[in-house]
């Protein structure tokens, strides 16, 4: 489902459609639109916000032209005895309904998207997210029942590790490929949000509500995101790490998240809820 193949074809827009396509993971100097997607989600943001650009650039180009030939032919020189016209119901009615048709040109695919990010697929990997002020404890609740906390980098800590300042954490989570994971996200006590640019995923964490929320990574490598909810002093310094790897290494890894990570303790949890 790519809009961009429609060919509406804008020069200005193609020249910034081009500007919108690189590779990188990280953000980069002069870099224009979105980060490159990674998720099925997020390549239909893209693609949404595509049609988005076409429609924006083509509005601007009419508007520009009716200014341009208002100038040059109604100025006073060319034009010296204005008309006195000050209704004409079938131009009205035309700026009228031509506005509702592109918006519902829009609504169309925008609700389609929002649907498709709603509807939860069948989760192969679950992973609970708990926003605190200010890092983030994650969860495996099914695959091995354990528990840890991730907390940014300091500046020296993430040159030493050779990570991005300020995304870098102390531990990463770590997902496979192509599989959907299905993320709960919530807050310990305020609201926060768990955000994944490349992944299409930006879900609040508001305590006392768990909010799902799901992706798919097509592609393996490491994803950075951050809490995108003002949460207090520290919200820049809770940033999200997430290594995408293959089937192998992930059950690998979590042979080894299993010993290493504190287990979660339900038996506690459901104490506490309970009192
Ligand atoms: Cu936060």
Redesign the pocket.
Known sequence: MSIRKTGIGVGVASAVMSWTSAASALPYDYELGLQPAASPVMERIESFHQLLLYIIVAISLFVLALLVWIIIRYNRRSNPTPSRTQHNTLLEVAWTIIPVIILVIIAIPSFKLLYYESAIPKADVKLNAI?K??FWTYQYPADGNFQFDSLGLSDDAAKAAGEPRLLGVDNVIVVPVNKVIEVVVTGAD????WALPEMGVKMD?VPGRLNHTWFKATRTGTFYGE?S????AK?AF?PIEVKVVTDTEYAAWLAKAKKKYAAIDHANITQLAAQ
Do not use: T
């Open positions: 926003g002020q200010w305020v609201i926060h949000s964490a809490c909810e003002l949460c207090g919200h809770m």
